[in-house]
């Protein structure tokens, strides 16, 4: 029986936040109940229905791994870049669902990188059980396989609950975390000094640096 691991992320370009991957195990059956769930890419499903699917997927096996601000910036700070990291935390994801696995497991990731062939090879870097590892890295995989459309609500339902968290912590709006969001603007501009060591905030993001600059020359002047 085939088995296929879906796996996808969310928050990958916020200034704010985790970083959130997860990745789906199913047998190639159980496809048709992900179906019958309504999964699809989890920017085309409302909040409430994401949450009430995510609940349901949990059944199937699965492993998220988080990647916090601090750990972004630090690793961005030595030279890796975020495609890279990205492909460290889905390989994490692959081994974790593969420790019990000995027969060949379809893996179906959606790319990051627009050069789809050295991505794929940095990441099957990373994959212990190689020989049991069938990779394919797609553009818009989590519109086009129903698995990856699963992980991509969980990682998306994950993202957004780090989110909120974050905002009921500190009581300040923060918006969605992304550079274009006006909230976001305004509490970096209003608030990021003095939670810049909180681990909320990505330093090393331009629109944070911008901000920062920006401060500095009219301190300056």
């Keep these: 029986m085939t088995k296929i691991i879906g796996i996808d992320d969310a928050g990958r370009g916020p200034v704010l936040g985790p970083m959130v991957m997860a990745g789906v195990l ?27 699917i995510a609940k349901e997927l949990t059944k199937f096996p699965h492993h998220l791994e988080l990647t916090d601000p601090k750990e972004i910036d630090k690793l961005m700070t030595s030279g890796t870049n ?46 212990i059980k190689k020989q049991l590892v069938e990779l394919a890295c797609e553009h818009k995989a989590d519109e086009n396989y129903p698995v990856v459309s ?24 923060i918006g ?16 990021g000094e003095h939670f810049v060591d909180k681990n909320i905030i990505r330093t090393q993001w331009a629109t944070w640096k911008n901000i920062i600059k920006g401060k500095s020359q009219k301190r300056l002047f």
């Design 26 to 52: 199913i047998d190639q059956k159980d496809e048709i109940k992900l179906l019958r769930l309504d999964v699809k890419d989890s920017k085309q499903l409302f909040p409430n229905k994401r949450k009430k």
């Design 82 to 127: 975020l495609n890279t990291i990205e492909a460290l935390k889905m390989s994490m994801i692959i081994n974790k669902l593969m420790q019990d696995q000995t027969q060949k497991v379809k893996i179906i990731v959606d790319c990051p990188s627009t050069n789809i062939k050295t991505w794929t090879e940095t990441l099957r870097e990373f994959i």
């Design 150 to 173: 699963a992980a991509s609500i969980l990682a998306k339902v994950r993202r957004d609950q780090e989110i909120q968290d974050i905002k009921n912590k500190i009581n300040i709006s």
């Design 176 to 191: 969605s975390g992304y550079p274009s969001d006006p909230l976001t603007k305004e509490f970096l501009r209003n608030h």
